[in-house]
């Protein structure tokens, strides 16, 4: 049963215990009843077998669907409501379970699914494709995919304030290094279990014990997407975090001191985050630009664009020595701006990259910098397998077709209505496959659009805007006057009683809606409202929830009760893109009137795309 806890399956379910001895028929046929107040799911009966034994028979189980995301009292109310399981029967609200061949007892997946290319496997990551029985490729589209970074300890290793971040890793790892020091002199030293000066989450109690030294590097602070449309400040360091999985290849570093170089090409990248598998919320695809966590999407992984193969070269007398022309001719050397997308459109979506910032990198490897001993390089290599390409051009007949139109085609199917809720079911327990329709085009430029709203989500925030903020004491009058003919009027004088509000003014503790159950407007505090947000800003949704409330519902003052540590917006300031500059609560203002431009052109991108039709084989 979807959605119910323990409480909710046993009210359902009546739980019938096999053994060998006792057949279980538990069906529908009422001539099998003693009499006719029986339920047949509650009626058993035995029988005997040739000798007189009772056979062995399976149970016939029925289902009963009580929704999805719902609350615990509202799931007890439901169950009361029908009094008794015979009157569900007698509604026929039962449905049979038959398990299929992969034990999908419920939400069973749609096998047509199966004739799609898959996107990629875990086990074939940076492997040239596997050959089955038949002696043919195994097609697969993207080469390398990756889960989000897991911290294992998120309170100490994401911060709002970068300059808390940096006191709290720096005061963690010291501790950490003084422990470790201690454990190696005395073995039957007991580490400090103080937890406001170190946590021992993410394998951090495994490294102590095996004596690995930490060294806090400040360059590996880097903005990341924490959840959707939220950025925070990550600690980005490998030994300790627990695990960054390919991270490091979509987004590279260089080690402690080290510039990084790209020599064929930039650092700018961009990757499709997804629900992994197992998990029970509606299906989401978001493209980034930027680090993301594991819970960014629940189980998430991330398929890049590009990714980063470091160049192995020797050391002669200090200096960097390397074929620089060979390795440029292996790869796949291009300006930074992505190929195929016209410069308009690659402007359109790259105006606004936080992966880049604060790091000392050169986005292609000058003359000067080739011998550079302090300097890391990096190859940029295609995440799409050119196995995969040659598939989508022989499929449509046509050999324009790039890696990059087919990334973001791949971004429209993903967030296509159709595709979403005919395969619901296998998306929520397996990687997604990709199907070729009619209109490829028509499908990649609906994704080109898409990823320029989602990447430039800070970007929409314009006078001309449907909603926008005034004073919180004025929303009354908005609401019953000012609209209209007054509108224009008001929206002035609004923006004006905005901008002369000081940074305290927009101090935020929590944001909610100004009256519970309506949603056209939004109290930032106490001082200033957010009106006039249009009912379509929350048809568009990310893992179940639309993007103006995840902005509602991370955006607010948290402390950690172990530690004591305080997550606090306020202390949070735009280091690049559209909003670059504003800080705290102005941020988030700004913010939220962007993600409700970006979630009303969303949804009108979503409801123009291509119909969902196949092409024929």
């Known amino acids: 049963m979807r959605g119910g806890g323990k409480a909710t399956n046993e009210a359902i379910h009546k739980s019938t215990q096999v053994d060998s ?46 929704g999805d995301y719902l609350d615990r009292q509202t799931k007890l109310n439901i169950i009361q409501n029908f009094k008794s399981i015979e009157s569900m029967e007698t509604q026929g609200l039962f449905t049979l379970i038959t398990p299929n061949k992969d034990y999908d007892w419920i939400n069973q997946r749609d096998y047509s699914f199966m004739a799609f290319t898959p996107m990629g496997s875990t086990g074939q990551k940076l492997k040239p494709l596997a050959i089955n029985a038949k002696g043919e490729l195994e097609l697969e589209i993207f080469e390398i995919f990756s889960q989000g970074v897991v911290t294992g300890k998120d309170n100490w290793s994401f911060n709002f304030s970068k300059e808390n971040l940096a006191k709290n890793i720096a005061l963690c790892i010291d501790t950490y290094n003084t422990e470790r020091e201690a454990l190696a002199a005395n073995p039957a030293h007991k580490l400090c279990n103080d937890l406001s000066k170190v946590t021992w989450g993410g394998s951090l109690d495994k ?59 930039g650092f700018e990248n961009v990757a499709i985050a997804m629900n ?25 992984q991330n398929f890049p664009l590009y990714y980063y193969e470091r160049v192995e070269s020797n050391a002669e007398n200090g200096q960097m020595t390397m074929d620089y022309d060979l390795a440029e001719s292996s790869g796949n050397a291009f300006s930074p701006s992505l190929r195929g997308g016209g410069k308009a459109t690659n402007e359109a979506i790259h105006k606004n990259t936080d992966s880049s910032a604060e790091v000392d990198c050169h986005d292609s490897a000058s003359a000067e910098s080739r011998n550079d ?69 028509g499908f990649v430029a609906s994704g080109r659009a898409l990823a320029g709203l989602h990447i430039n989500y800070e970007s929409y925030n314009k006078p001309d805007s449907r909603a926008f903020a005034c004073l919180a004491k004025d929303l009354q009058e908005f609401k019953t006057s000012a609209k209209g003919l007054f509108e224009k009027d008001f929206r002035q004088k609004a923006r004006e009683d905005i901008e002369h509000l000081s940074e305290e003014d927009f101090r935020i503790e929590t944001i909610k809606f100004h009256t519970k159950g309506v949603k056209d407007s939004i109290l930032l505090n106490d001082k200033i409202a957010i009106v006039n947000i249009p009912h379509k800003a ?55 009137l962007s993600i409700i431009e970006m979630s009303v052109r969303t949804s009108e991108v979503l409801e123009s795309m291509p119909e969902y039709k196949l092409l024929e084989s």
């Open 21 to 66: 001895s006792v057949k279980v028929d538990c069906h529908a046929d009422k001539s099998a009843r003693n009499d006719d107040k029986t339920s047949p799911l509650s009626h058993c009966e035995t029988s005997a077998g040739s000798r007189g034994n009772p056979q062995p028979s399976k149970a016939k189980i029925y289902y009963y669907d009580i």
């Open 207 to 265: 490294r102590v014990r095996a004596n690995r030294e930490l060294v806090f590097d400040e360059s590996r602070i880097r903005v990341c997407s924490y959840r959707p449309f939220t950025k925070e400040f990550l600690y980005f360091g490998n030994g300790y975090n627990h695990s960054h999985y390919q991270m490091d290849k979509i987004y590279p570093f260089g080690n402690k001191g080290e510039a990084i170089a790209c020599i064929n090409g």
């Open 276 to 300: 992994g598998g197992g998990d029970r919320k509606e299906f989401s695809a978001l493209i980034h630009n930027l680090i993301t966590e594991l819970g960014t999407l629940p189980n998430g």
């Open 373 to 441: 001993k302090n300097t890391a390089y990096y190859r940029r290599k295609d995440a799409i397998r050119d196995e995969a390409l040659a598939f989508f051009q022989n499929a449509y007949n046509d050999s324009t077709i790039t890696k990059e139109d087919m990334f973001y085609y791949i971004y429209a199917i993903l967030n296509h209505p159709a595709y979403i809720a005919k395969y619901k079911d296998n998306l929520s327990k397996m990687l997604p496959r990709i199907p070729l329709m009619q209109d490829f085009w």
């Open 538 to 592: 929350y048809a568009y949704k990310v893992n179940g929830k639309s993007a103006i409330e995840w902005i509602l519902d991370r955006y607010k003052i948290s402390t950690d009760k172990a530690s004591g540590i305080v997550n606090d917006p306020n202390l949070y300031e735009s280091t690049s893109g559209a909003l670059k500059g504003l800080k705290g609560g102005r941020y988030v203002c700004a913010l939220l």
